[in-house]
């Protein structure tokens, strides 16, 4: 890459780093709709500064009802587009830091949405404003975009396509490098049952805000006493997986802890609820509790659900329930399959209330897998630009993660985590490393560079 360019990043890191936490400190969780902000007064809030921070660096910028914004460098007709989100999880659990105090330590900004997607958004911004600054001319014009409801539904892609002309390529740094061309099928359910009137009486629990997160923490209220507690202490020495059980007047709360993470990605991780659901099952629950401790349990590959399969261009089907709660009577989850591109997803969805009987199965997600060819301009230009700046051999990839690449013709997720970095996306503790981001911002504007200058 021009040195004029290289020498322009390296300037912006310390701007970079107090930009990121301006917008880190913002907690940009999805709230109740308000005029002007679909998605809750935080994310409209985070919209509002992210388009002040492409005013000040000179780019055309429009927002759209609250639902999203973009920024555009050039004027010509064609255009690539960078699709980013500013919307984050919930902070969740078992936090050190404070989620949203964007804390500098050791060369890490601690903090929600550092790295899922604030800080690769900010790196692409800083990247485009490099190639203004420096003057270079364009054949393609480039627009960032930046949604609010990416951790949802995506209503704010919904509505830009409506009111805005999408570009047909582009990439979003919302994953991983090398690159990811290939993104497995999607398909969501709410779960509907009605507690049953025998067996073991759960009365309160409550667990999980969004089904895409593995949960890391399960608390759940049963009638008992202390002869029901020990047998929870039995049961987690029978198995070596952690639960604690405290007696009160109530009842006895038992705890379930596990290991949280991203749905898509449950390697290494592990269930609170799938640990709460078998631990029930043993002490006697019976119904749609019993039925799920059976055909979900700890289990991440769909397997006793009858939806186990795989492909050798994207792998294996994933599958986590996120949510499980109980309100007047009645319980609702989530299940959330990650589908391989060659999945049968209406058979799928089939197995799946075949298997859960008892259980209501609402289509809440249905989204198609996504693929752009390993040859294609895009993929071996963005290749070229992370080999060149990283120095690490580049390869296209799959996930079963869902990013906006999948509302391009020709997307593809392009950073920004580096191989052998751990995956933090939905984790507490949250992170990104400011000397990843300068590289990763390098990266984008090699990348731009090669698609776009004239």
């Not at 009137?197 to 949960?215: F, K, S």
């Amino acid at each position: 890459m021009d040195q004029k360019i290289s020498a322009l990043l390296d300037s912006y890191r310390e701007e970079f780093v107090r930009t990121l936490q301006a917008w880190v400190r913002v907690p940009s969780v999805k709230g109740k709709a308000e005029p002007g902000a679909p998605f809750g007064k935080e994310i409209a809030r985070m919209m509002d500064l992210a388009v002040e921070t492409g005013r000040k660096m000179g780019f055309e910028t429009r927002t759209f009802d609250g639902y999203a914004c973009d920024m555009t460098l050039g004027d010509a007709e064609e255009k690539i587009a960078v699709l980013g989100h500013l919307d984050v999880v919930p902070v969740g659990d078992g936090w050190k830091k404070d989620p949203f105090g964007a804390e500098v330590e050791n060369g890490r900004l601690y903090g929600r949405g550092s790295s899922d997607d604030k800080g690769p958004s900010l790196a692409a911004l800083f990247a485009m404003r490099a190639l203004k600054e420096a003057g270079v001319p364009l054949k393609r014009s480039i627009r960032l975009i930046l949604g609010g409801d990416e951790e949802c539904d995506w209503q704010c892609m919904a509505y830009y396509t409506k009111h805005a002309e999408m570009p047909e390529m582009g990439f979003s740094p919302d994953a991983s490098f090398p690159l990811i061309n290939t993104e497995k099928g999607m398909l969501g359910f709410e779960l509907r049952f009605p507690a049953a009137a025998e067996g073991l009486q759960v009365l309160e629990m409550a667990t999980g805000e969004r089904p895409n997160v593995i949960a890391g923490e399960c608390r759940a209220l049963l009638a008992g006493d202390q002869a029901l507690a020990d047998r929870v202490a039995a049961f987690a020495e029978k198995t070596g997986l952690d639960y604690r059980a405290d007696v009160t007047e109530a009842g006895v709360w038992v705890t379930a802890r596990g290991i949280a993470g991203h749905s898509a990605y449950p390697e290494g991780k592990r269930s609170a609820i799938g640990m709460m659901l078998v631990l029930l099952k043993e002490l006697g629950a019976k119904g749609g509790l019993a039925t799920l401790a059976e055909a979900v349990g700890l289990e991440s590959d769909g397997r006793s659900l009858g939806c186990a399969c795989a492909d050798e261009v994207s792998g294996a089907l994933t599958n986590n329930m996120g949510i499980l709660r109980l309100e007047n009577g009645e319980w609702t989850g989530t299940l959330d399959f990650r589908c391989p591109v060659t999945a049968d997803q209406e058979k799928l969805k089939a197995e799946a209330a075949a298997h859960l009987p008892g259980i209501q199965l609402r289509l809440t997600t249905q989204k198609p897998p996504h693929h752009v060819p390993a040859d294609s301009e895009l993929v071996t230009g963005l290749l070229a630009a992370y080999e060149e700046e990283s120095g690490l051999k580049g390869e296209a990839l799959s996930t079963g993660g869902g990013t906006y690449a999948k509302v391009l013709k020709q997307g593809v997720a392009f950073g920004a985590v580096f191989p052998g970095e751990e995956e933090l996306a939905h984790l507490a503790n949250e992170y990104e490393s400011i000397d990843n981001m300068m590289l990763a911002m390098k990266i984008y504007a090699n990348a731009l560079l090669r698609l776009c200058a004239g």
